[in-house]
Each structure stands twice: as C-alpha cells, then as structure tokens.
C-alpha cells in the first residue's frame, strides 16, 4: 500500500499519528454488550485466511480471492455443505 506525501511510498508521519488517534479514540468508547445469539448446529467451522503480506503481488492476492468465490460457486461444494448432517455453516 502506499501513501501520498512520501518519496518511499511509506506511511507520512501525519497518517501515522491520525490513524494512531483514530485506533485510540475506537479503544475508548464504550462497548455495548454482545448480544447472546440462541447456538444453531452446523457442520463445519470454517476459518478462511487470506495473506496479506507484501510477500505477495496484487495478483497473486486476486488468485487466492478467486479461488475462494470459485469454490463456494461450485456444485460440488454447496452440494456438500447441503448434504450435511445440518445442512449448513455458521
């Protein structure tokens, strides 16, 4: 990612202190308590990481996000996720 107002490409040091003001100010407010949701039975919690390192192109990144709306697209998976015991995921 980079930022305007630097010659590197990096974070101007004005971003940094809005964006740390910004976290801050979000820390400080007051948290309304979680709603108590009634448990559903599904069959599978699943977690999807995506990298976001600079280790990797914008392409590459667009590769992982594709994969992952091509696999809930296809027959195969959705047939599976409906041919559980529950027939669903959180």
């Known amino acids: 990612m ?11 040091r004005r971003q940094l202190i809005i964006q ?3 976290a801050i100010a979000a820390l400080a407010l007051p948290r309304a308590p979680a ?3 009634e448990p559903i039975d599904v069959d599978l919690a699943l977690v999807l990481a995506v ?9 590459e990144h667009r590769i ?6 091509a696999a809930f697209r ?3 998976v ?8 529950a027939g669903s995921l959180p």
Not at 2 to 12: I, L, V
Not at 64 to 69: E, K, S
């Open 74 to 76: 296809s027959s195969d």
């Open 20 to 22: 740390g003001s910004a």
């Open 2 to 12: 980079t930022c305007r107002g630097t010659r590197d490409g990096g974070h101007s």
């Open 64 to 69: 992982q996000l594709d994969g992952y709306a």
């Open 35 to 37: 709603a108590q949701a």
């Open 78 to 85: 959705v047939d599976a996720i409906a041919g559980g015991a």
């Open 51 to 59: 990298d976001i390192s600079r280790s990797i192109s914008k392409d």
